[in-house]
């Protein structure tokens, strides 16, 4: 089965610093990944997505994500922080072949931005 | 362009009432799912469907009934309500379904069961 790990709950940074924020996945053959973001009483939004076009995906409000096979990882990052990027991340896999049925979500990472 | 809508926002059972949770979409998309949200564990399918009158059930099923009558709308029943149902429950839909699709999510309908 696919399982994505999300490595720290909570990750805190200061505005205007990188933001870094990690997604490993399992699998024998590379599948589908995906961020989502969730910000506070609203459902999640497609903030990115690899589906093996290109290994370094860029996404909405200027973040982008690095596809390493080697690593089995999908880290997600962001030069600058601001304010607005405080919410909850979730990391996600899609096998190849299924429907998004299949679809798996980590189990999240919540951002704070220090002033 | 309203999206996925869920209704209601906020409800209260108590142990053993029975509710459903609407989710209607306008984007003629095929596939619909019902997830359930609890701090610290991501998101869990309960059930899925790929189209009018065909539904599966996904990770988490019991305790709940889903029907698909029409492409637009997608209902998850509690018959029982129990206090482990206590959760933010979300609808989403994508087209036409393959692993790849964007899913797009409603804003929740957050549960409590006492």
């Known amino acids: 089965a696919q399982s994505v790990t999300q490595l720290g709950s909570h990750v805190s940074v200061s505005e205007g610093a990188l933001v870094l924020l990690r997604c490993n996945y399992s699998?024998?053959?590379?599948?589908?990944l995906f961020w989502y973001v969730q910000y506070p009483n609203q459902g999640l939004q497609l903030l990115l997505k690899y589906t093996s076009a290109a290994t370094l995906v860029k996404g909405i409000n200027g973040f982008e994500a690095e596809f390493k096979k080697s690593e089995t990882s999908f880290h997600l990052t962001k030069p600058s922080a601001h304010m607005s990027d405080a919410a909850e991340y979730f990391c996600?896999?899609?096998?190849?072949?299924?429907?998004?049925?299949?679809?798996?979500f980590g189990t999240g990472t919540r951002l704070t931005i220090i002033p | 362009n309203a999206g996925v809508t869920q209704t209601p926002k906020f409800r209260i059972l108590k142990i053993g009432q029975s509710m459903t949770l609407q989710c209607a979409q306008d984007?003629?998309?095929?596939?619909m799912y019902w997830y359930r949200q609890d701090p610290g564990m991501g998101l869990k399918l309960i059930y899925y469907s790929v189209g009018a009158g065909i539904t599966d059930k996904g990770e988490v099923p019991n305790g709940y009934n889903v029907s698909r009558s029409t492409t637009e709308d997608f209902p998850l029943r509690l018959e029982l309500a129990a206090p482990s149902q206590t959760s933010v429950y979300f609808c989403?839909?994508?087209?036409?379904?393959?692993?790849?699709?964007?899913?797009?999510f409603g804003q929740g309908t957050r549960l409590t069961v006492v």
């Open positions: 989403a839909s994508s087209y036409p379904g393959q692993g790849e699709a964007e899913a797009f």
């Open positions: 699998s024998s053959v590379p599948p589908y």
């Open positions: 996600a896999v899609s096998p190849l072949g299924f429907g998004n049925e299949k679809l798996t």
């Open positions: 984007m003629n998309h095929n596939y």
